[in-house]
């Protein structure tokens, strides 16, 4: 099995990054964990829900144990998202394009995570679609 069909191959998820604003890739990335029926849960400081699931803070806050993050962060906000995601017992990280860096998939890989970066989008691989605003 190669790394991203172990990432897909196990819930639940959690998206960090996400949005209200659906033009945004984070809204977009929990949306097409919604449309596959697959358990997300929003990351956010903001906390209010998005698209009608409620949204944790942070990492710490998450109601359970999650198997794999999806990251849409600017690079230096994903380098400390990586030390996060291992304090909370997250293996898998999916480093969406334009989020990742070097210093953090480095750091990553020291921590023993399991690393998704310099390749496809999750959007192509769950097969995104857009859909009409609610």
């Not at 989020?99 to 390749?119: M, T, Y």
Request: proline share 10%.
């Amino acid at each position: 099995m190669n790394l991203i069909d172990e990432f897909l191959a196990q819930g639940p998820w959690a998206v960090i990054g996400t949005s209200k604003d659906r033009s945004k890739y984070g809204n977009k990335v929990q949306r097409a964990y919604m449309q596959r029926g697959m358990k997300v849960h929003p990351v956010h400081p903001g906390g209010e829900p998005i698209e009608g699931l409620p949204t944790v803070r942070s990492l710490t806050e998450l109601p359970e144990p999650v198997h794999g993050l999806s990251i849409i962060t600017p690079p230096p906000i994903t380098e400390r998202v990586v030390e996060d995601a291992a304090r909370a017992g997250i293996r898998y990280l999916w480093m969406q394009p334009g989020a990742e860096s070097q210093r953090a998939i480095q750091r990553a890989e020291e921590l023993g995570l399991k690393v998704i970066h310099s390749g496809p989008c999750i959007l192509v691989k769950l097969r995104y679609r857009e859909d009409p605003e609610p």
